[in-house]
């Protein structure tokens, strides 16, 4: 079965790190571009993250920038977002996606479930 599974979500204070996991199954990350995107309360799903397949060139929403990494581990068929000095605005349902080209922005994207992120105080 192609999958995705996300995990790593939880709650923490403001300045606080959590590491995101998007393990896939049933195919190889290598050969696809991977994207993380958010989903606060109330607000639409962004992109916040992208590595490219071809290259492993990646990108990062400003809102993020400086704070969060993406990552991939070929070895263990996963991507990674590490998150750093999270504030309350990061409060989310986290989620990966992979596609050939797009970072997950195509109609035909792999999804994983989500996790949720909470950050309070």
């Known amino acids: 079965e192609v999958q995705l599974v996300n995990s790593g979500g939880g709650s923490v204070p403001p300045g606080g790190s959590l590491r995101l996991s998007c393990a896939a199954s049933?195919?190889?990350?290598?050969?696809?571009?991977i994207g993380w995107f958010r989903q606060a309360p109330g607000k639409e799903r962004e992109g916040i993250a992208c590595i490219h397949s071809l290259n492993g060139v990646t990108y990062h929403k400003d809102s993020v920038k400086g704070r969060f990494t993406i990552s991939r581990d070929n070895a263990k068929n996963t991507v990674y977002l590490q998150m750093d000095s999270l504030n309350l605005d990061d409060t989310a349902v986290y989620s990966c996606?992979?596609?050939?080209?797009?970072?997950?922005?195509?109609?035909?994207?792999?999804w994983g479930q989500g996790t949720l992120v909470t950050v309070s105080s």
């Open positions: 049933g195919f190889s990350l290598n050969d696809y571009s």
């Open positions: 996606a992979a596609d050939e080209m797009t970072c997950g922005m195509g109609p035909s994207a792999i």
